[in-house]
């Protein structure tokens, strides 16, 4: 009798699966482990440098070829000023 309940006893604390089901479980868990080729902070960096580039071309695609401006007329800063002056003149003034 008191070997069973020793046996038991010690089933109990071993680590390994006793049943197929439990087998089934661990190896499930073991192969849903994934190792990331390329790192969360790196994904941010790749979509930032993305959002800024499209940002710079559909800016130049918009000066130059829907309003009819030259492209590198984009980065002039005089540019930029007309643009501000044009979206805040109604707002200065009244």
């Known amino acids: ?4 309940v020793r046996k038991k006893n010690e089933q109990l604390e071993s680590n390994e699966p006793n ?3 439990e ?17 969360i ?6 979509v930032f440098v993305l959002a800024a580039a499209a940002a710079v ?7 130059s070829v829907i309003g009819d401006g030259k492209a590198s007329d984009v980065f002039d800063k005089s540019t ?9 003149k109604d707002t200065t003034g009244e």
Do not use: C, F
């Open 19 to 21: 049943s197929r089901i």
């Open 80 to 88: 930029w000023t007309h643009i501000s002056d044009l979206v805040n």
């Open 57 to 63: 071309a559909g800016t130049l695609i918009g000066y």
């Open 23 to 39: 087998k089934k479980k661990t190896s499930e868990a073991e192969e849903k482990i994934r190792l990331r080729l390329v790192p």
């Open 1 to 4: 009798m008191q070997a069973v």
């Open 41 to 46: 902070w790196a994904r941010i960096l790749i």
